[in-house]
């Protein structure tokens, strides 16, 4: 069974960071594009960040420069770093076993973190 499970996430002040993670099992973590996809209350589902199994990075334009995707492929583990959050970051993150042309299938995502960009 996949399973992926997110941790890390909380509030934090505007400029703030955090670190998210996601604990994967049930498949071969290793040799799966893995994404990072987030959610704002009454705003769809979107796409954050890909790495591939080598990797190769991709960003969405609202992280550039201030995101950093990463794993660790003998822990089997996902990373988000976020620095310099803002406000718009406010969202449900979900780690996903997942590449840029089928993020949107949720059935692809963990159960998601909730990070708060709050004064």
């Known amino acids: 069974e996949v399973q992926l499970v997110e941790s890390g996430g909380g509030m934090v002040q505007p400029g703030g960071s955090l670190r998210l993670s996601c604990a994967a099992s049930?498949?071969?973590?290793?040799?799966?594009?893995m994404t990072w996809v987030r959610q704002a209350p009454g705003k769809g589902p979107e796409w954050v960040s890909s790495?591939?199994?080598?990797?190769?990075?991709a960003y969405a334009d609202s992280v550039k420069g201030r995101f950093t995707i990463s794993r660790d492929n003998v822990k089997n583990t996902l990373f988000l770093q976020m620095n310099s959050l803002k406000p718009e970051d406010t969202a449900l993150y979900y780690c996903?076993?997942?590449?840029?042309?089928?993020?949107?299938?949720?059935?692809?995502w963990g159960q998601g973190t909730q990070v708060t960009v709050s004064s």
């Open positions: 049930g498949f071969s973590f290793s040799g799966n594009v």
């Open positions: 996903a076993r997942a590449s840029v042309s089928n993020w949107h299938d949720s059935r692809r």
């Open positions: 790495i591939s199994p080598g990797s190769q990075t």
